[in-house]
């Protein structure tokens, strides 16, 4: 059985670091990334077959606030939800997080796809979105906090960014699923209610996996939460930031991703936007949903490329500089190729800042996960998720009252680069500041 900072491969217990292929020997390990692949694969599903429904869809009109809106359901259950996962992941066995919110999703999704094929619009949407999504911030926040139980601390690293980048491919590959599963259904709101069902599966998947592990083997190892639940959260909130700020690296960390967070909230806007209202097909580069289908699918390949490379960066050049860069070429990126707005370059743009961004998250996981102690740990990364998507969902909604309904808005593009710059600023200052007594 697999305990903290050290794994059983094949009888011995090993604190080497240990690269993907022997960690795959450890049937917990690769319990624990089947269980991940399933509700991930379900996440890309179905944010793909929602936005179908809400942003390209024949039957319905979206302006700039009403995608706003959409981008707050699936982003704002990060930040409602997420002090409660945080408290309740450092307090109840994780197996039983893992099960009960993959089962809750899996109702949500379909209570989703009920109310997409009446359609069901406004709040009623919004809510079901919103539970949806919330469930899936358990699920998440509790996929990362049980990862240190099964590999050695050694090897945490390397793990996080084989396990975040492969989890992160599937939900490319749900999206591309949904997509495929639109033509098959049709754009209205039954064919989009079809793919949004669709869903339902990864989450069920997940849970008959997450239900294999035993009891307790996911920790929390330590319990330091007191009996009533709300006073956990408010409590878990503090305790989450006071460990955080003990820990320069983990601070800085923050301060670099809500930078690109900001950043890419906005170019997110704008880029719906782009491919809904100005783009036009060019050769073999398309608009619209299947135009957003392509970019989804270059910044997938730029998460594969950076979850095989950023172990191998923080080796070489340390966190600092890795992360660092990857502001760097996000920058570059979002004004050399982002700001002339052509449909090409926006593509190779989207490889290169997604990429850039998930060096930046797995960077900042390993910090946590290495940097912060397994009772807090839980905590840390429920108020990394609210603040994490607070700033994304602040960046759209700030973006939609600027950006025009084509989506052609300079100014903004530049504004996201600033953001890059300042991210950067900001998290070397952090980085050199003092350890917290």
């Known amino acids: 059985m697999a305990t903290l900072n050290r794994v059983t491969i094949s009888g011995a217990a090993t604190t080497e670091r240990m690269g993907p292929r022997l960690l795959l020997r450890d049937p917990e390990f690769r319990r624990l990334l089947y269980a991940r692949f399933a509700a991930q694969w379900g996440d890309g599903v179905y944010r793909a077959g929602l936005a179908g429904a809400v942003l390209f869809n024949p039957e319905r009109a979206a302006d700039p606030l009403a995608i706003a809106e959409g981008f707050a359901a699936l982003l704002l259950p990060y930040s409602i939800v997420g002090p409660f996962a945080g408290a309740l992941l450092d307090r109840w066995d994780r197996r039983k997080v893992l099960v009960f919110a993959n089962v809750l999703r899996a109702v949500a999704i379909l209570a989703s796809a009920a109310a997409v ?257 397994d009772e807090a740990r839980g905590r840390v990364f429920a108020l990394y998720d609210t603040l994490f998507n607070i700033t994304q969902v602040a960046a759209v909604a700030i973006g939609a009252v600027f950006v025009p309904d084509n989506g052609h808005s300079p100014g903004l593009m530049v504004a996201a680069t600033i953001c890059y710059v300042l991210g950067g600023a900001g998290y070397v200052l952090a980085r050199r500041r003092a350890t917290p007594n």
Not at 284 to 297: E, H, W
């Open 117 to 373: 094929g009446t359609g069901l619009g406004g709040t009623g949407l919004f809510s079901l979105a919103l539970l949806a999504e919330g469930t899936s911030r358990f699920i998440g926040s509790g996929l990362s906090a049980s990862l240190p139980h099964v590999v050695p601390a050694s090897s945490v690293v390397s793990a996080n960014a084989f396990v975040t980048t492969l989890g992160s491919g599937l939900a490319v590959v749900g999206g591309g699923c949904a997509i495929l599963l639109r033509a098959v259904f049709g754009a209205g709101d039954v064919g989009s209610a079809e793919t949004t069902a669709f869903a339902a599966l990864g989450a069920l998947a997940s849970a008959l996996i997450a239900r294999r592990f035993s009891r307790g083997v996911l920790g929390p190892t330590v319990v330091d939460e007191p009996p009533n639940p709300f006073l956990a959260v408010a409590r878990g909130l503090a305790d989450g930031a006071r460990h955080a700020w003990r820990a320069p690296s983990v601070t800085a960390g923050f301060i670099a991703l809500f930078a690109h967070r900001a950043a890419y909230g906005i170019s997110l806007l704008v880029t719906v936007l782009l491919m809904r209202n100005y783009f036009v097909d060019d050769g073999v580069f398309r608009a619209g949903l299947p135009g957003l289908g392509q970019m989804v699918a270059l910044g997938g390949v730029g998460i594969l490329v950076a979850g095989l490379c950023t172990a191998r960066l923080i080796r070489g050049l340390g966190r600092l500089r890795a992360i660092l860069g990857a502001l760097v070429v996000a920058a570059l990126a979002q004004s050399a190729l982002g700001l002339p707005m052509l449909l090409p370059l926006a593509l190779i743009a989207s490889f290169l800042i997604t990429g850039a961004g998930q060096v930046l998250k797995l960077g900042v996981d390993s910090s946590i996960q290495l940097d912060v102690a």
